[in-house]
């Protein structure tokens, strides 16, 4: 009776260490990038978290200070132009990076001779090196000598834009170079998304009388509602965390014109005294921010996804 039971007992042991072993060489494929994770991102949220209640300077002993890194946020010229700016920004890019992008698939969907020519320019600039389309910008939108700026005093225009140079232009300087620069990324989400449509619909709706636009509006948008609404949510947050395109193009100047909150986080933590708890609390503002836009708009999606409910008399 023992050795019926040792027996059956064995394979049992057996399972258990093979499944042991399976589970330990799943758990060490995970491991890199899941201790990436911990140490790259979890642990610095988490010092900036703790950070924006203290002040530091990265020399001498931190500080508690509690609320004061926040209550400092009201009283700062340069936050309230930052937070500005940078809503300035993301409105401005947004939509027009969305409508850019989706016109270009839409133009490259196309049965139209050079099609992948043209496809792989637009996606160009996205690949390219920033400091290189960068100063071709600045070439380009030269005050003095750049070929904008002599075009337009072709067409007759007088008083000819300073582009990154002016106040009143800089910020809109750094949003058509983001939406040139990051358009053609974009695109191509929607050029999939397009080559997943059905045709059947369009052959319906041409049979019905629709025309292109009607077409467009009835048949295209409706199918693209998921790509459109994950590249609504991927240009948001990029727009939020906008750095690269400033420091390259403005730096953010002149003055404060084109100063935006990442901008901002960079000056108070590397430039000049280290300010590491006010920047880190400025960090916190921008995560709340950008959280709360996303939640918005994921409340919006779901909200829009729900069938309408018809109320019956």
């Not at 589970?23 to 494929?29: M, P």
């Not at 969907?109 to 996205?126: D, E, H």
Request: some cysteine.
């Amino acid at each position: 009776m023992a050795a019926k039971q040792a027996a059956a007992t064995a394979p049992r042991r057996k399972g258990m260490s093979k499944e042991l072993r399976e589970n330990l060489i799943a758990y060490s494929f995970i491991a890199p990038n899941f201790i990436g994770f911990c140490v790259f991102t979890l642990v610095p949220v988490v010092a900036a978290f703790v950070l924006a209640f203290m002040e530091w300077d990265g020399v001498n002993a931190a500080k508690f200070v509690g609320l004061a890194n926040f209550t400092r946020m009201f009283g700062d010229p340069n936050f309230k132009a930052a937070f500005w700016h940078t809503i300035v920004y993301v409105i401005g890019t947004v939509p027009a990076t969305i409508i850019c992008a989706l016109a270009l698939a839409i133009l490259l969907n196309q049965k139209i001779k050079g099609r992948n020519f043209f496809r792989t320019v637009s996606f160009f600039p996205y690949v390219a090196s920033l400091v290189a389309v960068a100063a071709v910008w600045n070439m380009l939108f030269n005050p003095s000598m750049g070929p904008v700026n002599q075009l337009l005093s072709s067409w007759g225009v007088e008083n000819l834009p300073k582009w990154a140079a002016g106040k009143d232009t800089a910020m809109l300087t750094v949003i058509l170079f983001s939406v040139w620069k990051n358009m053609g990324y974009y695109m191509v989400i929607f050029l999939a998304g397009l080559q997943g449509t059905n045709p059947e619909l369009y052959e319906a709706a041409s049979l019905d009388g629709a025309n292109k636009w009607q077409q467009f509006w009835n048949v295209t948008l409706p199918q693209l509602a998921p790509t459109t609404f994950f590249v609504t949510i991927m240009v948001v947050i990029q727009s939020f965390k906008v750095y690269n395109e400033v420091y390259m193009i403005t730096q953010g100047g002149p003055g404060t014109s084109t100063l935006v909150l990442v901008y901002q986080i960079y000056n108070e933590a590397f430039v000049g005294t280290p300010e590491y708890g006010y920047a880190s609390a400025l960090s916190m503002v921008l995560f709340l921010l950008v959280l709360a836009v996303t939640i918005i708009q994921f409340k919006a999606g779901e909200d829009k996804d729900k069938p309408k409910k018809k109320h019956v008399k």
